[in-house]
T-cell receptor, first 117, second 113 residues
């Protein structure tokens, strides 16, 4: 149980393109999902916390107009990288927690490798 | 500022030996600590969670200790196998911060057959 599906797994596109990444909890409901970015051999850095039905909470230094997050249902959150540039190339990973439980593990998607040419 | 340190150098051990990975933290008071496994190009997979009032947790060949005085967690894999080769991440969480986790940069484990 507790499967998180992330799509697409890999994106290669031109600079200036906007890219949407989907994160779905397949067999459970998630009021909260998290979006991370990971550069090679570095830690997962939390970008934002996505709350169903409300605005996302962004971490310091993350541009909310650059990284648009929508959490329209209990099983789907999307991250849109707007007008992507080469410096946005990274590994983006989402995670979700089972609703109503604290101190429980997060369930991660398999990430999206974004490459901006 | 909050800091989590994991050994950035890869740990290279012989199959059958016990692997021990370290996670140290400063300027933080976690309510719990988690260990994850991450394979190349994949998302992290949860392994174990240990709370601040627990000293040790076990799951099959895995053992985690948590010393809040030393601000350290040790992660052990006994009878290691080549399939255990991966990067292992520790993550700290506080019960008052909406389930947010802070991750270490991970330690790569290589188990030689």
């Amino acid at each position: 149980g507790a499967v998180v599906s992330q799509h697409p797994s890999r994106v290669i596109c031109k600079s200036g393109t906007s890219v949407k990444i989907e994160c779905r909890s397949l067999d459970f409901q998630a009021t909260t999902m998290f979006w991370y970015r990971q550069f090679p051999k570095q830690s997962l850095m939390l970008m934002a916390t996505s709350n169903e039905g409300s605005k996302a909470t962004y971490e310091q230094g993350v541009e909310k107009d650059k990284f648009l997050i929508n959490h329209a249902s209990l099983t789907l959150s999307t991250l849109t990288v707007t007008s992507a540039h080469p410096e946005d190339s990274s590994f983006y990973i989402c995670s979700a927690e089972v609703m109503g439980y604290s101190n429980q593990p997060q369930h991660f998607g398999d990430g999206t490798r974004l490459s901006i040419l | 500022s909050q800091k989590i340190e994991q050994n950035s150098e890869a740990l290279n051990i012989q199959e059958g030996k016990t692997a021990t990975l370290t996670c140290n933290y400063t300027n933080y008071s976690p309510a719990y600590l988690q260990w994850y496994r991450q394979d190349p190009g994949r998302g992290p997979v949860f392994l174990l969670l240990i709370r601040e009032n627990e000293k040790e947790k076990r799951k099959e060949r895995l053992k985690v200790t948590f010393d809040t005085t030393l601000k350290q967690s040790l992660f052990h894999i006994t009878a290691s196998q080549p399939a255990d080769s991966a990067t292992y991440l520790c993550a700290l969480g506080r019960s008052d911060s909406s389930y947010k986790l802070i991750f270490g940069s991970g330690t790569r484990l290589l188990v030689r057959p």
